[in-house]
């Protein structure tokens, strides 16, 4: 399937049929990224606008959702293409901020993601599935992202955590879980391992031994 776009009220706009070099990059617990390029003279270029969603799809697997961050977006004449560089939808919680001082005390780790989410002046995120309780003390000050400021309340824990959200649904949904430690697949040369890169630094290797 074709990356579609979708306005800022989920509505399909455009099916982007040219798109070539399209490419992702998921990260745990971090922004997702994506990009993907277009001919200059694809009249459905004029679709693909800031604040606009990307669903993006790897055949016919649904990626996620992304806003094209028109900052990175490089227009070439000379090989008559347009690149958009793209952030998932998560990045809209870097919008919003925290004015003046806000701290939370002996309040579980639930109460302060809903008491962060309601920072939002668009309320793009709902709060999903919280697998933890925990009671830290938080407190930000004049924080210039939210995300940053939710991103960071599970950095205390001593066991892993793992980020997850449904931006299939609107608002979007997060979550906070334990990571899974089943093995859900194995990736093999010959078997499903379509390339790989790998960088050497030969300034290493030995080539003579002196007994």
Known sequence: MYPRVLDIN???VAVLQNAYKIGYTKIKNNLWTCQFTLPLNDKKNEHVKPKYFIELYD?????????????????NESTNEITYHC????????????????QY???????????LLEQQEVKHWKLGTVEFTRYFHYAWENEDSLLNAIMSV?????????????????????????PPTAVKDVIAAGKN???IEVEEDPTNIVTRIYP
């Open 59 to 75: 055949h016919d697997r649904y990626i996620g959702k992304f806003i094209v961050n028109p900052k990175r977006t490089i227009k």
């Open 87 to 102: 952030e998932h939808v998560l990045s809209t919680l870097h919008s919003d901020v925290l004015f003046r001082y806000h």
């Open 105 to 115: 005390s002996n309040y579980t780790t639930k109460e302060v993601l809903e008491g």
């Open 193 to 195: 391992l379509k390339g």
């Open 10 to 12: 989920n509505n399909l």
């Open 154 to 178: 599970p950095k205390p824990f001593d066991v892993p955590y793992l980020w997850t959200w449904d931006d299939s649904v609107y608002p979007f949904v997060l979550n906070l879980v334990e």
